[in-house]
């Protein structure tokens, strides 16, 4: 029996009803379509090492003072190790949340620029090989979110632009740019030619927001080439570095090749009060 209309439901029997609930839903459809997503070919290039990849917490540079991504993982994509995705449906809608208000202050940025005669705002700024110096000598591909620059008589400034949205949880936390913010930062500032870099975040849960700025500092991008040299060494003499295993190996790409150690249930505790501290 169809029950498409308020008189199908008013003739149809109890066993009906019961069994047309059963249908009536959607979160478990929008969790089928997430997780099938990890089925997806990877869109990131590989053979290229990515700001985010390298501003990232589940690493540390070979002097242990910043968090830089882990060497395996920037070394599989460099060698062309095509990824098998492992994003929880959750961790990808607040990924995707997070999409969301980068458009929707971009497009205040958008509005704001066009107000002025002297101030331009653009968007999703590409560089690779093609069009900086600093990528192609490091083999780096990346996107930062905006760069503002204003122009008049008095003043000639640029700066970058990268905006991360969290819960208001670490929100709250935050005195200064997160570390690995600040390493990411320092990528873009390299490949763009940027002395500044704006570190925008956003309470999800309120909108407030906090800005910090990232002055460059060519102490930390030795620090990030130097990470990416070591990456390049091994990978000439195909072999994999040292495995920087940690509570952000559950959903890394790479898992299924680089198999990390399984962590007990206190390492992950400790580890996720670790990862909440500055995660977004």
Not at 77 to 95: A, C, S
Request: proline share 4%; aromatic share 10%; glycine share 4%.
């Amino acid at each position: 029996m169809k029950l498409t209309t308020i008189e199908d439901l008013q003739n149809a029997d109890a066993e009906t009803v019961r069994d047309a609930l059963t249908h009536v839903q959607f979160i478990p459809k929008i969790e089928a379509h997430l997780e099938d997503l990890n089925l997806e070919p990877h869109s990131k290039r590989l053979g290229v090492f990515s700001a985010s990849d390298l501003g990232n917490k589940d690493g540390q540079s070979l002097c242990k003072r910043y968090p830089i991504g882990c060497a395996r993982k920037l070394y599989y994509r460099y060698v062309g190790v095509t990824p098998q995705d492992r994003v929880p449906p959750r961790l990808r809608r607040i990924f995707d949340t997070g999409s969301h208000v980068h458009l929707q202050l971009q497009g205040y940025l958008h509005k704001a620029a066009e107000e002025s005669e002297v101030e331009i705002f653009a968007d999703e700024i590409e560089f690779n090989e093609n069009n900086s110096e600093m990528a192609d000598r490091y083999d780096i591909e990346s996107t930062t979110d905006g760069v503002w620059r204003i122009d008049s008589p008095d003043l000639g400034l640029k700066y970058g632009l990268e905006i991360k949205s969290m819960k208001s949880e670490l929100f709250a936390q935050l005195s200064r740019a997160d570390a690995s913010h600040v390493v990411q930062s320092h990528v873009y500032m390299a490949c763009l030619d940027l002395p500044f870099m704006v570190v925008l975040y956003y309470s999800k849960n309120d909108s407030n927001m906090a800005e910090f700025v990232v002055q460059y500092d060519q102490k930390v991008w030795d620090a990030i080439t130097k990470k990416i040299d070591y990456v390049r060494e091994h990978a000439l003499e195909e072999t994999e570095p040292k495995r920087e295993a940690g509570f952000h190996c559950r959903t890394c790409r790479y898992a299924f090749i680089c198999k990390p150690p399984k962590t007990s249930s206190t390492k992950m505790r400790r580890a996720k009060r670790k990862f909440g501290k500055g995660g977004r």
